[in-house]
């Protein structure tokens, strides 16, 4: 395998990125493997031959937009994504289907305004979930090279296929040293830290049911994690839903977002949050 230089950028890496064809860059490890930084590092090289886009697949430990969503943002232009896609947990279990056709819409968004896209992926990767998950993915998005980070030979049941059919080209590459891994509780305290600074200014909002839409309406919305979209179906921002009137007319939500006349739809999720940021319960 190849091995990781420095930034992560190795001088093979940086002969099959040069090669013609190389648009669409997706980058695949476990947990804790150095994905993220990878992907910083290779859209800061990208960017300068030209206008580069990331995409932040990973909903559970989001750097670009905020747990529960995936996002994206054209390199160089601010710390705020370009476009959300809102998954309602923090993981694709058990909702393949939204996550797949969710990394689909992203990674064409971000398409249509670069010339190439770095997909920095989730850390679901191993056995058979991590499997099926990424071969979907990789079906959906159609990369033109899959770098995988590994630090043995974890994900070979994952690349094997790909690489004995020959689509899309997969570089293999060794996992950095120093990357430190993090448990479960680190993780959840860095979502409650992003939801926490996001909710902070967050006011509460009455919408009216009969002008806009509820999606995946379940009998028990309150408290969940929720996606307010536009008249394009677009994710404009998160909510956090307080109360729904007994006859349905009605509901309270917990938002930053001021611009509550353009909202003409609602997306239940499936996890449950305090306004400090707190999970509560993951109820699919």
Not at 39 to 60: E, F, K, N, S, T
Not at 225 to 234: H, N, P, Q, V, Y
């Amino acid at each position: 395998m190849a091995g990781l230089a420095d930034c992560g950028i190795s001088a093979e890496m940086e002969r099959r990125l040069a090669a013609r064809g190389r648009r669409t860059l997706y980058i695949v490890g476990d947990t804790d493997t150095g994905k993220t930084t990878l992907a910083a590092a290779l859209a800061v090289r990208l960017a300068a031959a030209g206008r580069i886009a990331a995409v932040d697949l990973d909903a559970g430990q989001a750097t670009l937009g905020l747990p529960t969503t995936y996002a994206w943002r054209l390199c160089g232009t601010g710390p705020q994504p370009d476009g959300l896609f809102f998954l309602g947990s923090t993981s694709p279990s058990g909702r393949l289907d939204l996550a797949v056709a969710g990394a689909a819409n992203t990674t064409r968004a971000a398409r249509a305004r670069a010339g190439k896209v770095v997909v920095d992926s989730c850390g679901l990767a191993l056995g058979s979930a991590g499997r099926e998950f990424h071969h979907a993915v990789i079906d959906a998005v159609r990369p033109d090279l899959v770098i995988a980070i590994q630090r043995g030979g974890e994900l070979a049941g994952l690349l094997e296929p790909l690489e004995r059919g020959g689509w899309p080209e997969v570089l293999r590459v060794a996992a950095p040293g120093g990357v430190v891994r993090r448990s479960r509780a680190i993780r959840r305290s860095y979502r409650a830290r992003r939801f926490r600074e996001y909710f902070k200014t967050a006011v509460e909002t009455p919408l009216d049911l009969q002008r806009v839409g509820l999606l995946c309406p379940r009998a028990d919305p309150v408290g969940r994690i929720a996606s307010l979209r536009d008249r394009t179906g677009r994710d404009m921002a998160l909510a956090i839903v307080r109360a729904i009137d007994p006859a349905g007319k009605t509901m309270t939500v917990l938002t930053p977002w001021p611009k509550a006349g353009a909202v003409r739809s609602v997306v239940l999720g499936a996890m449950r949050i305090a306004r400090d940021g707190r999970q509560l319960a993951r109820d699919v």
